[in-house]
């Protein structure tokens, strides 16, 4: 029984440090299956995480604070998409730029507004999303087997983490099975084609950034304000980087991405979770081999090992209608 | 680590030259920020209260990153700032470089050793004061289980977690403490999210007391422990008001009273360079009490404790410093 306790605790902290990958990928997801590569994901992961902790500070409403991350993340992309779909920039340097510019304006704006060196102050309960007990969780609580994992896995986690796994089959019905989905992967394999058919690529692009701002702007309250209680400097810390890697591991689709997010989540817990601890027969193993599998194997994965990863064949490249 | 007073007072004598009075005191913090509610805030507050009293101005700056701290000292000691003060253990290389460029002016780092003429070195016995609220924590205890949370993995962090297991066992020979480091780079002192994620696997394994070592990722470890209803203890700085009667005490060390000092010393003109180690006796480190945490005080406890502290003093308690040999005896 011990074993499984140990289990059903990793377990559950896989689901939390997964839902910001989740969210992070789904959105590179819409934006790369549109042909715009999304490299600021980390960026508006963060600005999204500082004017959520702000706003909820402020209003003590974390419904509002997530209405201003999401709000802040949209602006974000629309820059992205400006430099990259309007000006036909190169899309990885305009990804970048954000990334800095999100990593210095937030230390400065909550230097000035709280004079906590960039933090924001800790935010008061209402401000935070709770954990939701779901109905029976206690009584469940005793059934072998299921009963701790009903209890401790699936009940317990904030609403956001609910959102995040709903939007999951969100993301693939809108993708494959709606015309709106249809013409954005088309958009990234052939926008000439596209274009003439009398759709503008340019537009089709737009609203596919504008959706990752959407969903980054959930990942980055969720570090924000329900995972934590305050904005921290560069708090995102690099998941949007290993979002990336899950939506490259998951090949771009929207169920493996889901898949790819608790396997990095999984390792990051399991990381966690051995530190320090000797398995027999091996003694002490280096937490930084969980740490670094993630990216072991997507690159694995990218060298074509596993299968072999098609990216939308126009991405990267901004269309020009004509030479 | 040990030098005779001897060595102080030679170095003393070299340095008084000057006049006192006309100062420019200068003060570079650690990469985790001047307002980490913990070490570098503590620093802060020493330089603050040097300037409400003296009325003189000082100058500082918060490196970022970690190559901006040889060049935050290299500018303010080639500006004419005299003394200038670095709290942390990140910028020995970079002091030891400039303080020999500089060697009219004085130097003064905090948690580290650098062995010149000019620099004045502040280390504390984090064991000590660790020992201390360790012996709390394993007295608090329910299940016999209590938690430590280091930041970076560097023996300075291995040295708080020896010192506080030493403690628990004192209070409780069988106790299990679990101890986790958030990371092995410079981000593990802001990393929150990573370090209440290893709190609660510590408090699903049973712990019920978690002490934090880890800067401002620390903030997360209290976090963690108040949301689950349990107890976590401070350091640094005093942080039992985060989360009142949810934070057992805090590890103040007083870094404070190293930058007054440093500033201080130099305005009366009796700068004295080489190492200052501050433990229990010389006040650096203690734990805190307030009206936050006065409540889980228990009467045993606070005497207990004021025993340890007197044992440690008069030297029957001889708490094992882990970067003396870098082990733990436990």
Known sequence: MEFFDIFVSILGSAVRLSIPLLFTALAGLFSERAGVFDIGLEGKMLAAAFASACAAYVTGSAWLGLLAGIGVSIVFSLVHGFASITNRGNQIVSGVALNFVAMGLTVVLGQAWFGQGGRTPQVPGEGRFAPIILPGADAMRDVPVIGPLYANVISGNNILTYIGFLMVPVAWWVLFRTRFGLRLRAVGENPGAVDTAGISVSWMRYRAVIVAGFLCGFSGTYLAIAQSAAFINNMSAGKGYIALAALIFAKWKPVPVMFACLLFGFLDAVANFMQGKSVPGIGEVPVQIFQALPYILTCVLLAGFIGVAHAPKAGGVPYVKER | ?330
């Open chain 2, 1 to 330: 680590m040990k030098k005779t007073l001897l060595t102080l007072m030679a170095a003393a004598a070299m340095s008084a030259t000057a006049l006192a009075a006309e100062i420019k005191p200068a003060l570079v913090y650690g990469t985790g920020g001047k307002f980490d509610k913990s070490f570098n805030e503590a620093a802060f507050g020493g330089a603050e209260q040097f300037k409400k009293e003296t009325g003189v101005e000082y100058r500082d700056f918060e490196p970022t990153s970690d190559t901006q701290g040889e060049q935050a000292i290299r500018n303010f000691a080639s500006r004419g700032f005299n003394p200038v003060v670095a709290v942390s253990f990140a910028w020995t290389s970079a002091m030891e470089k400039v303080a020999a460029e500089f060697p009219d002016t004085k130097f003064v780092i905090v948690d580290s050793v650098v062995d010149l003429p000019n620099v004045r070195s502040v280390v504390y016995k984090e064991e000590e004061g660790s020992y201390l609220v360790g012996l709390l924590a394993g007295m608090a205890s329910q299940t016999g289980k209590v938690g430590f949370v280091g930041g970076m993995d560097i023996p300075l962090i291995r040295k708080f977690g020896c010192g506080y297991v030493q403690g628990v066992k004192a209070a409780k020979a069988d106790a299990t403490v679990f101890q986790n480091m958030v990371g092995t780079t410079g981000a593990a002192w802001n990393d929150p999210v990573r370090a209440g994620e290893l709190t609660k696997n510590q408090i699903d394994q049973g712990a019920d007391v978690v002490y934090a070592a880890a800067g401002a990722s620390g903030l997360g470890v209290l976090q963690t422990a108040a949301d689950n209803g349990k107890l976590g203890i401070g350091v640094d700085s005093n942080q039992n008001h985060l989360h009142p009667g949810k934070v057992l005490t805090s590890m103040v060390k007083r870094v404070d009273l190293a930058v007054y000092n440093a500033f201080k010393d130099t305005q009366e003109d009796k700068f004295s360079a080489g190492v200052l180690s501050l433990g229990v006796k010389e006040d650096g480190v203690t734990y805190a009490v307030d009206e936050n945490n006065k409540a889980l005080i228990t009467p045993e406890m606070s005497e207990a404790v004021e025993k340890a502290k007197a044992d440690i003093i008069a030297g029957t308690v001889k708490v094992h410093d882990y970067m003396s040999d870098n082990s733990c005896p436990n």
